[in-house]
């Protein structure tokens, strides 16, 4: 495609856009109109929303922009699945440069279709307007299927803690890419595109986990909320935590412990839960952790017992952007 964004115009850009897009059986009205109409038999929708701005998430010389589509519309929908809910629909905001090339904003739409296709979701509509810095807002929206949403409040003690997914892949491909290197093709893919467990967050919900979430902001730290929300300490057995031999091997050539990664570093969107300890769990989740009860202190996790005093984990106002994009 020729030309830049300002010379598309914002309408030509949307027909360019939506002219994309495909959709589901849940979709009654999709782009063009006022709104979207989605389909919602439970008569209760989950929504989540994330920004992406560039140079603080994202880098155009590390990515695509069907990259950046792929990784913004993943971590929204997994955050539908951490709910227990399917992902239904996807609404995105997009802001850009006059003087963008047309085919960057296209681009990045058949990212953000290509993921709501594996999650099983559509785009339904969005905005987009011209600023500065691009920036991708995305809102995602997910059906419940008459069960309860599985938050970050409801972990016991006695619970066990498993998790299915990637952990610290991303943040060794932000180490790689950082250090000017493309390889291990699969550490630095993991980062440009990570693959959450979606069918996994439902499936936990029906086998009956008492709390769950995506690990976004890194194990440590999002598990971090759950036992803040349920009042319980969680402690993780490092040795049950699987670190493959070629992180092993990046971490050794860039002088990181590999553990660090694995237990801090955020954007592999992995689903980690509580369950009942009597739970028989599927292959595809490994047991890494337990729940007890707080001895009249503040609730908090542990690694082997002992408090992770490492620093990591993401916070959006607490982390310099002058290290990188966001791990």
Partial sequence: MKGTVGELGEFGLIRELTARLTTTPAVKIGPGDDAAVIAAPDRRVVATTDVLIEGRHFRRDWSTAYDVGRKAAAQNLADIAAMGAVPTAVLLGLVVPAD???????????????????????????????????????????????????????????????????????????????RGFRSPRAFVEAHRRPEPPYHAGPAAAELGATAMTDVSDGLVADLGHIAAASGVDIDLRSADIDVPAQMSDIGQAVGVDPLHWVLTGGEDHAIVAAFPPDVKLPARWRVIGSVAAPAGRTPQVTVDGAAWDKAGGWDHFGDDPADGVRA
Avoid: Y
């Fill in 100 to 178: 963008l090339r047309a085919t960057w904003p296209v681009e990045l739409m058949d990212g953000i279709r290509d993921e709501c296709q594996v999650a099983g979701a559509a785009v339904v509509g969005g905005d987009v307007v011209r600023g500065d810095t691009i920036t991708v807002a995305v809102t995602a929206l997910g059906d419940l299927r008459n069960r309860d949403a599985i938050t970050r409040s409801g972990a016991h003690a006695g619970d066990k803690i498993a998790v299915t997914g990637w952990l610290g892949w991303s943040a060794a491909g932000l180490a790689v890419l950082s």
